[in-house]
């Protein structure tokens, strides 16, 4: 039987992009726009896990919570979701009983790393390919240069004998290969190193595990799209 989780948010813009955080997951998602609506489908669907606003109309996330977490006849985990810095909301969300709390803007690794605790059916990789094309990257007023070897549309691994510090943050320009032939610039950070001094995958090159950072979704796009057609490699 498939796991399920429920996705609760009155903005479209939010479900839709929990959605996707999800789409490599073996999992069913249903999605709700009140606390109302997303306690009928609990009662209903039984799902593993909830993913909820806090801030909602007709019923709001800690009213729902409260309700789910009473409610003898289910076993479900809540996750809400709060505005970052309000002291004020992250008291709600734990007076609810909550089990987790993610804070808006939501973040893709952090969401799907809470998300696997409570459910570990929930994907934390991302679909990527094996290729090999020229990156140019700026760090501190410096124009460098390396491979790309393997990309996601979060990320790509960046062979390199550059030695910079994990959270750096990089300027990419890159153009995906034919069929797409596609130029991507995009901010980035350097999420973990495989150097000569930090070396953690003795199967790839030197270089550094590369993260994008406010990519538009339409780069996004294009890039699973070319991801698509390549051959996959191990997920890192």
């Known amino acids: ?57 007709v019923m709001d996330g800690a009213d729902c919570c409260r309700a789910i977490k009473k409610d003898p006849r289910l076993s479900t985990a809540v996750i809400l979701t709060a505005s970052e810095g309000k002291e004020a909301d992250r008291q709600l969300c734990l007076e609810a009983g909550c089990d987790d709390i993610l804070f808006k803007p939501l973040d893709r690794l952090i969401f799907l790393e809470a998300a696997r605790k409570h459910l570990p059916a929930v994907d934390r990789r991302d679909r990527r390919g094996s290729c090999r094309f020229n990156v140019k990257f700026r760090a501190f007023g410096l124009t460098l240069s390396g491979f790309c070897i393997n990309l996601s549309q979060n990320g790509l691994y960046l062979a390199t004998d550059v030695d910079l510090e994990q959270g750096t943050q990089l300027e990419l320009l890159f153009v995906l290969p034919e069929p797409v032939s596609t130029v991507i610039q995009t901010k980035a950070r350097i999420a973990w190193l495989n150097t000569s001094k930090a070396r953690r995958k003795s199967t790839l090159p030197e270089g550094l595990g590369v993260q994008f950072i406010g990519i538009s979704e339409t780069d996004r796009e294009r890039i699973d799209h070319y991801v698509s057609t390549l051959p996959p490699t191990s997920r890192v």
């Not at 996707?20 to 249903?30: E, N, Q």
């Open 1 to 57: 039987m498939a796991h399920k989780v429920l996705l609760v948010d009155d903005v479209s813009m939010f479900l839709e992009l929990e959605k996707d955080f999800l789409s490599l997951s073996a999992v069913d998602v249903f999605t709700a726009r009140n606390g109302e609506e997303a306690l009928c489908i609990c009662r209903e669907q039984h799902p593993d896990l909830v993913i909820m606003d806090l801030h909602m109309p």
